[in-house]
């Protein structure tokens, strides 16, 4: 157990709904990134925020946002989904923001869209 | 950019057999090096790291030396167990990057 939580575990929904991932850090992490997994890009950077503030955008599409809370928690929402959005969605959290601090992954969402 | 690359899998070996999974990276410099392991239906889980050229990372039998020379993180354990069956992902990251450079990932089936 890495000590990030993630909910739901699994959700199941229609092309063009809207869906809120939760995740939360491990105690005391700062940092709380975003990852999806799908099998034809693999494992992708989404987003960074380090202690409520966006630090770092990677392949993130505008139809998906997300934010870190004053607690730390973060969520990602996912808008007018697609059936390529489809994937496995890991949050990770690190006591810092550099790239040294080992980031610990929580159990992911599995995402299907019908 | 920076690009990690794995073996492909799957691999597959018998119970107690020597297991080496290949990995190299492009990063310039000395990034930090990671092996990741996914079991069926779960997570990312952090197996090993390495922060500094010759560095040697270890945990539950796997080891893994960080050689600059080579740039290579390769995976290794003398005896794998049926338990041991799961996905292994290398990963890569600079001290001034935020994200986790991923390989495609190899898949160990480990068999009795």
């Known amino acids: 157990d890495s000590g990030v939580t993630q909910t739901p575990k699994h959700l199941i929904t229609a092309t063009g709904q809207r869906v809120t991932l939760r995740c939360s850090p491990r105690?005391?992490?700062?940092?709380v990134y975003w990852y999806q997994q799908s099998l034809d890009q693999g494992l992708q950077f989404l987003i960074q925020y380090y202690n409520g503030e966006e630090r770092a955008k990677g392949n993130i599409l505008e139809r998906f946002s997300a934010q870190q809370f004053p607690d730390l928690h973060s969520e990602l929402n996912l808008s007018s989904l697609e059936l390529g959005d489809s994937a496995l969605y890991f949050c990770?959290?690190?006591?810092?923001?550099?790239?040294?601090?080992?980031?610990?992954f929580g159990p992911g969402t599995r995402l299907t869209v019908l | 950019g920076n690009s990690v690359t794995q073996m492909e899998g799957p691999v597959t070996l018998s119970e107690e057999a020597f297991l080496t999974i290949n990995c190299t990276y492009t990063a310039t410099g000395y990034p930090s090096l990671f092996w990741y392991v996914q079991y069926p239906g779960e997570g990312l889980q952090l197996l090993l790291k390495?922060?500094?050229?010759?560095d040697k990372g270890s945990n539950k039998g796997f080891e893994a030396t960080y050689r600059k020379e080579t740039t290579s993180f390769h995976l290794e354990k003398g005896s794998v167990q049926v338990s041991d069956s799961a996905v292994y992902f290398c990963?890569?990251?600079?001290?001034?990057?935020?994200?986790?450079?991923f390989g495609s990932g190899t898949r160990l089936l480990v068999r009795p």
């Open positions: 990963a890569e990251i600079m001290d001034s990057s935020y994200k986790l450079i």
């Open positions: 990770a959290s690190s006591v810092g923001w550099r790239g040294t601090d080992t980031q610990y």
């Open positions: 390495a922060t500094k050229a010759d």
């Open positions: 105690s005391g992490d700062l940092s």
